[in-house]
């Protein structure tokens, strides 16, 4: 068993945000959840933090030896340099408290966030008859600026509210035990937490993220390459370390192996049971949610239908914290993933009633998530076994021509490792077009045609145009071909060009090589994003100038994402322009002609002295099958004409004036892909240049607040395209020689 068991729990249960980053930075963090639209949010233009998010310190990277870590004292984080007060546990809240947050950092990592000092004393004056209050001192980095809203004390135990910059808040719930306040924090997640006893005033002298100190044995049961290894040595760590905060994720693995290796039900039972009891001194509100995503896990792992049917619905009646009702919602997919394991196994039954009625529920469930690869592979089994063959291909067809769906159903059949064998969907499709049509010839035109049908059908129809000057909205989107997260903002912001006209919403794409070769790419397109919007992972989506926060996401999320930024760009179009863009292109004798020019900048008064025009050049549609699986790219960034420094107004007047060879853009592009093969040692298997069918998008944008006040897009054609609908496709070749070595 490899170590996949791992990394499957992590994406499962703590990876809030998904993201491809540059190797040489982290991917920033995304902003908490806004119901509103979708889960996205327009950020501050801005802003570089992490609001909503603890942030590790460099600190974190230090060895443990060398920091004289002692895993012997859970009191101490570092041996010669702690914060913790040593001596007899206080039987009293009052005194100075360090509030820690243990939190997972990056895959097999956890740091003890310690966020700042808690001092709790005796009321005075007015307040002498109200016991104990709390006050907020010595913040540290690791938190965005926090402020303390609401303290109750009563007893040993303490609730600690507060408001975290960014729009986001925390919420800590504690009792007193053993010197400890051992309790939970909702924060995004809701995860242990503690209050640990300190003498000091500040934190400003300790490493403030240090990595606890039982990690390392943690980490030691999940480098356990056996199943039977890794329970054992999970289930020693938690008998060994019952008040360690890690403990959670302790429990919940050993449940996800459990449920992978198909254990018998009363010994996941007794498991959960115990995993209740253990998490009791971490307050209800953690009880609960830790009830809630033991049915995650076996839902996504796919555990015994019946089983999970019933402790999902027992966990839900668990669950009656409010601030918990977005697991509960959670827990609602669950069931609906657990009754889909469910009707694929009466799908392949021989009982027709049955059968018939499981093919009716995944009907349904297919008009609610329309890229669910389970879903539609149970549809086209059904059809499949009823000789409905022409139904069968087009289902299959959607399995192997939309991103990814195909890879996620093959991830989940060797989840199982004693479960059925079956024929990928591929081979499948392959065999029934040939055993209808007599050859194979034909076949990858129907998974294309497949691919330009379903893959954006979820969009709203097209919209009415925009009333004469209103702003347009400018859909900025930072991508790479080779990222499988992008997946998500790319068929999603697809989505938005088929309900929105040019008139109202400019989608433009920006390639970059994240997080690996990439033929779309352009020196333009990476000076856009690393050095004036100073970016760091893809995707990264931007409206107008705004950053938009939870984008990244695989295709059954790309609903989801188009929603949330429906909703946005909806916000947005009835906005009044101040300044209007005209523009004119065209090509001749073999020059694309463009005259953008700015009216209105009087009306700017001081800011006119900030803004700057840019001119896009970008090409219309790429065919080409992507590493990430997405096969057509729409708008795709080619150069930034005058360069992405754009152009400051003069003399009171902004507009640029350029006639650009065609040839000689298409000769640089050339220039600079073979150059980054060199430098790279990579080959790319395809370097789509077409550069026929063109869009000139013209945009004032304010530097200092990085606002678009207007955007103007004008359609031009070189000349009739040379290039074929057929999907290029890419091979693995792409792949850098370097890191294959460094592997």
């Known amino acids: 068993m490899s170590r996949g068991w791992w990394n499957a729990l992590w994406v499962v249960l703590v990876c809030s945000s998904l993201a491809c980053s540059k190797p040489e930075a982290p991917a ?66 009052a005194g100075r408290w360090i509030l820690v947050l243990t939190r997972p950092a990056q895959e097999q990592q956890f740091i003890d966030f310690h966020t700042g000092i808690v001092a709790i004393s005796a009321g005075k004056g007015a307040d002498a008859d109200g016991g104990l209050t709390a006050k907020w001192t010595a913040p540290t980095e690791v938190l965005p600026p926090a402020k303390l809203v609401s303290s109750e004390i009563e007893n040993k135990s303490i609730r600690l509210t507060f408001d975290i910059d960014g729009g986001s808040k925390l919420d800590f719930q504690g009792t007193l035990k053993d010197g400890v306040v051992y309790g939970n924090a909702l924060f995004g997640n809701c995860l242990p937490a503690r209050l640990l006893p300190t003498k000091a005033e500040a934190l400003d002298d300790y490493n403030v993220s240090p990595e606890p100190t039982d990690a390392r044995a943690l980490s030691q049961a999940f480098n356990q390459k056996d199943p039977k290894a890794a329970l054992k040595s999970l289930a020693k760590f938690v008998e060994d370390r019952p008040q360690s905060p890690l403990g959670m994720m302790a429990w919940e693995t050993s449940i996800m192996v459990s449920a992978i290796q198909d254990s018998a039900p009363e010994d996941v039972e007794q498991l959960i049971t115990d995993y209740n009891q253990a998490m009791a001194m971490w307050g209800s509100r953690l009880q609960q949610a830790s009830q809630g995503n033991v049915g995650i896990i076996l839902a996504q792992f796919k555990y015994n239908p019946d089983f999970s049917l ?41 009982d027709a009633d049955r059968a018939e009625k499981a093919f009716g529920f995944l009907t349904k469930l297919r008009g609610k998530n329309p890229f669910d690869p389970a879903v539609l592979y149970g549809l086209a089994r059904y059809q499949e076994k009823a000789k ?166 695989y295709l059954p999320n ?51 002295k900030d803004v700057r025009l840019r001119v896009v050049i970008a090409e219309d549609e790429v065919h080409f099958l992507a590493r990430n699986g997405v096969r057509g790219h729409e708008m795709i960034v080619r150069r930034m004409v005058g360069g992405p420094a754009g152009v400051e107004p003069k003399d009171g007047k902004l507009s640029i004036k350029e006639s650009i060879s065609l040839a000689d853009l298409k000769s640089s592009l050339a220039t600079y892909l073979k150059k980054y093969e060199e430098d790279e040692g990579i080959d790319f298997p395809a370097k789509p240049l077409d550069l026929k069918r063109l869009h000139v998008v013209a945009f004032v944008q304010n530097d200092e607040s990085r606002e678009i006040l207007q955007t103007n897009a004008i359609a031009v054609t070189a000349s009739d395209s040379t290039a074929s609908n057929a999907i290029t496709p890419a091979s693995g070749k792409a792949a850098a020689k370097k890191a294959a070595t460094d592997e």
């Open 28 to 93: 920033k963090n995304t902003a908490e959840s806004d119901n509103d639209t979708g889960g996205l949010k327009l950020a501050p233009r801005d802003a570089d933090d992490d609001s909503g998010k603890a942030r590790v310190s460099d600190q974190s990277g230090k060895s443990r030896a060398s920091a004289g870590f002692d895993d012997a004292n859970p009191f101490k984080d570092s041996a010669k340099n702690s914060p913790i007060e040593e001596g007899a546990p206080r039987k009293s809240l």
């Open 310 to 350: 019933k402790f999902v619905a027992t966990a839900d009646k668990s669950i009656t914290d409010e601030s918990l009702k977005d697991l509960k919602e959670q827990l609602k997919t669950a069931r609906e993933g657990i009754l889909t394991v469910q009707a694929l196994k009466y799908v392949e039954l021989d």
């Open 388 to 553: 409905q063959t022409d139904e069968a291909i087009a289902m299959y067809a959607e399995l192997v021509s939309l991103p990814m769906l195909e890879a996620f159903l093959q991830r989940d059949w060797a989840q199982k490792a004693n479960g059925p064998k079956r024929d990928l969907p591929s081979a499948t499709l392959a065999k029934l077009w040939e055993a209808k049509h007599g050859k194979t010839e034909g076949l990858d035109e129907f998974k294309d045609e497949t691919y330009r049908k379903r893959v954006v059908a979820f969009a709203d129809k097209p919209s009415d145009e925009a009333p004469a000057g209103n702003k347009l909205v400018l859909c900025e989107l930072f991508t790479g071909s080779s990222c499988p997260p992008c997946v998500g903002a790319d068929i999603a912001t697809g989505a938005l060009e088929v309900t929105y006209p040019k008139t109202q919403v400019i989608v433009l794409r920006y390639h970059q090589h994240i997080p690996g070769p990439d033929p779309l790419t352009n020196s333009d397109s990476e000076d856009r994003f690393s050095n004036y919007y100073h970016g760091q992972g893809t995707p990264t989506v931007l409206l107008n100038g705004a950053p938009v926060n939870n984008v990244g996401g």
């Open 558 to 608: 790309s609903p989801d994402i188009y929603r949330g930024l429906k909703t946005l760009v909806d916000q947005q179009l009835d906005s009044k322009a101040t300044v209007q863009v005209e523009l004119k292109a065209r090509v001749a004798s073999g020059a694309l002609q463009i005259l953008a020019n700015v009216t209105g900048l009087e009306a700017l008064g001081d800011e006119a």
